[in-house]
């Protein structure tokens, strides 16, 4: 199963990446996950801190492929190789997760049509009408190529007016979404997102 991660907060999108992938593993289940990077170096070592008990970043490449298992080294890829790296791995790992902030990337597309399962996390006060509308065209793109394909939808503060307004819009554009409703974020459960991903009901 692949897994798409994206939110407008990057830290935020590491962190939910790297626990559902460790959980994943800890499920029994061989794990790659692919972190994308900005060149800079506090995101460097963002992620960095985040796999610290997975591995550590060798290099400014764009991406970071790390197995979810004691002893493995991580990898630097490019942008090109990611795509290439999924379709190489799949006789090694069952899962991969994929933690890619943004959807501005050449290879967002392609990425999200390659998913069986993605996750935005959206956050309503930081939102912004350039982003909801990428986000939609990016979503109706993979939908396109794969009409069952899941979407899973959890937004920040979504009892404020910019929150409902957001879900109304979402829901109208987007058939068949899922959504999970949160008045802050610290509501969110890492154990619910990974049953709702993996172990719900299909």
Not at 19 to 45: E, F, T, W
Not at 86 to 104: C, E, G, T
Not at 190 to 197: C, E, G, N, P, Q
Request: with cysteine; hydrophobic share 45%.
């Amino acid at each position: 199963m692949i897994l798409t991660i994206s939110s407008q907060d990057t830290d935020l999108s590491d962190s939910i990446a790297v626990a559902l992938a460790n959980r994943r593993a800890d499920a029994g289940r061989n794990v790659l996950l692919l972190c994308k990077k900005n060149l800079d170096k506090s995101s460097s070592a963002r992620i960095e801190k985040n796999v610290a008990n997975r591995g550590k970043l060798v290099s400014s490449s764009n991406w970071l492929a790390t197995e979810m298992k004691a002893g493995a080294k991580p990898r630097d890829l490019s942008d090109y190789e990611v795509v290439k790296e999924l379709a190489s791995a799949f006789n090694q790992h069952r899962d991969f997760v994929i933690d890619m902030p943004s959807l501005d990337d050449i290879e967002a597309s392609s990425l999200l049509v390659l998913s069986d399962f993605v996750l935005f996390v959206i956050q309503a006060s930081t939102w912004s009408l350039l982003r909801q509308n990428t986000l939609i065209q990016q979503l109706k793109v993979a939908r396109s190529c794969k009409l069952s394909l899941p979407i899973l939808m959890v937004v920040d503060e979504q009892d404020t007016a910019a929150g409902q307004a957001l879900t109304k819009v979402l829901n109208a554009q987007i058939p068949d979404l899922h959504l999970i409703g949160l008045s802050h974020m610290r509501e969110m459960s890492i154990s619910a997102l990974y049953r709702f991903v993996y172990l719900r009901s299909v």
